[in-house]
């Protein structure tokens, strides 16, 4: 059975720092891995994936994400945060069998401060 | 159309009452995908259509919920005798086959009274 964990149900940061949002799955088979991010009153929009191609990936407003097998792991980053990230954030692993349905992380919201 | 659409946006109503929440799926695409996002358990994955064909129906909660799929497109979710506990908002998204992203609707804010 596939899972997956969000470290930190909030996370803070400065204008202008390093974002860091952490992600660790289980997977009994090679995953394909999503981070999706939901504005308020908004629906989710993906922002990246990771499909078994390179394990660096690059999203939508400058985020990336790093697959790592050793670590099971794959935590969004992005260099410098503006304060339009402000959002909930929801790491998901799709699921081997025919319908390929998501697992989803419980979400971590961040916070931007000026 | 240009995105998955879902209506209601909200719907309030009173326990014990029956609801139907319609999604809309993005033209052409042919999964189609419910979930449920509430406070402190996230999002749980409910039903999954492929076609009109519903092979995995193994996040409905209980029988009072079902779903059905015409034509290929639009599916409606359908709760019976509404509990306090189905307040959520439900999620559609759909896919262009079972291997590509999901695409999300923006969510049907369900209040039980």
């Known amino acids: 059975a596939q899972s997956v964990t969000q470290l930190g149900s909030h996370v803070s940061v400065s204008e202008g720092a390093l974002v860091l949002l952490r992600c660790n799955y289980s997977s009994s088979v090679p995953p394909y891995l999503f981070w999706y991010v939901q504005y308020p009153n908004q629906g989710l929009q993906l922002l990246l994936k990771y499909t078994s191609a390179a394990t660096l990936v690059k999203g939508i407003n400058g985020f990336e994400a790093e697959f790592k097998k050793s670590e099971t792991s794959f935590h969004l980053t992005k260099p410098s945060a503006h304060m339009s990230d402000a959002a909930e954030y929801f790491c998901a692993v799709r699921t081997a069998g025919n319908n390929r349905k998501l697992i989803w992380g419980l979400g971590t919201s961040l916070a931007v401060n000026p | 159309g240009a995105g998955v659409s879902q209506s209601p946006s909200n719907k309030v109503t009173e326990k014990g009452k029956d609801v139907e929440l319609r999604c809309d799926p993005i033209s052409g695409h042919t999964a189609l995908y419910w979930y449920r996002q509430s406070l402190g358990q996230g999002l749980e994955f409910l039903i999954y259509?492929?076609?009109?064909?519903?092979?995995?129906k193994s996040g409905l909660p209980s029988d009072r919920f079902s779903a059905e799929r015409t034509g290929g497109s639009v599916s409606t979710l359908t709760i019976q005798r509404t509990q306090q506990e189905d307040s959520a908002v439900y999620l559609c998204?759909?896919?262009?086959?079972?291997?590509?992203?999901?695409?999300f609707g923006p969510g049907t804010r369900l209040l039980v009274l």
């Open positions: 998204a759909s896919s262009f086959g079972t291997q590509e992203t999901q695409y």
């Open positions: 259509f492929q076609g009109n064909s519903a092979p995995d």
